[in-house]
C-alpha cells in the first residue's frame, strides 16, 4: 500500500463548479502538507502548503489537514477552464520537509 | 527573478548507456531535490543537495547519483541506463528555512531505448 493515496480521476466539472480534491495518507510523521498544480508537460507549480492541522485559504483555493484522521483536502471555488490540470497531494515529515511523498495525482477538466 | 532551469529538456538514450542531467536553480536558493516521474510510480524522490552536500536520498538504485557545485548548480548522473528509467526528471529548489516552498523546472523528458 502506498503511502499517500489520491482519487486519479478523471474528474470533469462545469465551470463555477466547486471542487473537491482529496488525499489519504498512512505516515504519522509527515508535518507538511503542499498541492501542487501540473499542467501537461511542466513542472509541478505549488499552490498552498500547510503545516500540521488546519485550514488555510487563498483566493479560491481552501486546504483542509486533518491529521487525526490523515486526509487533507483541496477545495477550488468558482472553477474555471484554466484550473483544468494534474492537481497533486505532497507531503513531508519535519525531519526531512523537502522530501516530498506524492500522490498519484487527480486530473481535472473544467468545462466552459 | 528566473525560475528554475533544467537542460537538456529532451533526451534519448540506449540501454547501457549513462547521462548526466542539469538543474540550475533560482537564484539564492541553496537546496536542490530531484524527482524522477513515470506514469506508473508517480513523482518519487530521489535526493536532496545543500550546500554540496547530499542530506536525503530516496529509494533508488545506486546507478543513479547526483553532486551539487558551490554555485548551487547540481546535476544527477544514471549509468547503466535500462528501458524503466524512461522518465520525466524534475529538479526543485528552495530557500533557506522555508523547506515546504519548492519550485520545480520544467524537467528534462528521458527516453531509453
Known amino acids: 500500500q502506498k503511502e499517500v493515496e489520491q482519487d486519479p480521476g478523471p474528474l470533469s466539472v462545469p465551470e463555477g463548479a466547486i471542487v473537491s480534491l482529496n488525499c489519504t495518507y498512512s505516515?504519522?510523521?509527515?508535518?507538511?502538507f503542499m498541492w501542487y498544480r501540473q499542467y501537461s508537460r511542466k513542472g509541478p507549480e505549488l499552490l498552498m502548503y500547510?503545516?500540521?492541522?488546519g485550514n488555510k485559504e487563498d483566493g479560491r483555493f481552501t486546504a483542509q489537514v486533518d491529521k487525526s484522521s490523515k486526509y487533507i483536502s483541496l477545495f477550488i471555488r468558482d472553477s474555471q477552464p484554466s484550473d483544468s490540470a494534474t492537481y497533486l497531494c505532497?507531503?513531508?515529515?519535519?525531519?526531512?520537509?523537502?522530501?516530498?511523498?506524492f500522490g498519484s495525482g487527480t486530473q481535472l477538466t473544467v468545462l466552459p | 527573478k528566473a525560475g528554475v532551469t533544467q537542460t537538456p529538456r529532451y533526451l534519448i538514450k540506449t540501454r547501457g548507456q549513462q547521462v548526466t542531467l542539469s538543474c540550475s536553480p533560482i537564484s539564492g536558493h541553496r537546496s536542490v531535490s530531484w524527482y524522477q516521474q513515470t506514469p506508473g510510480q508517480g513523482l518519487q524522490f530521489l535526493f536532496e543537495?545543500?550546500?554540496?552536500?547530499?542530506?536525503n536520498k530516496g529509494n533508488f538504485p545506486g546507478r543513479f547519483s547526483g553532486r551539487q557545485f558551490s554555485n548551487s548548480r547540481s546535476e544527477m548522473n544514471v549509468s547503466t541506463l535500462e528501458l524503466g528509467d524512461s522518465a520525466l526528471y524534475l529538479c526543485a529548489s528552495s530557500e533557506d528555512g522555508r523547506a515546504y516552498e519548492q519550485y520545480f523546472g520544467p524537467g528534462t523528458r528521458l527516453t531509453v531505448t
Open positions: 505532497a507531503m513531508s515529515p519535519s525531519g526531512s520537509a523537502r522530501q516530498l511523498t
Open positions: 543537495y545543500f550546500s554540496e552536500t547530499q542530506r
Open positions: 500547510t503545516y500540521s492541522s
Open positions: 505516515n504519522s510523521a509527515f508535518q507538511y
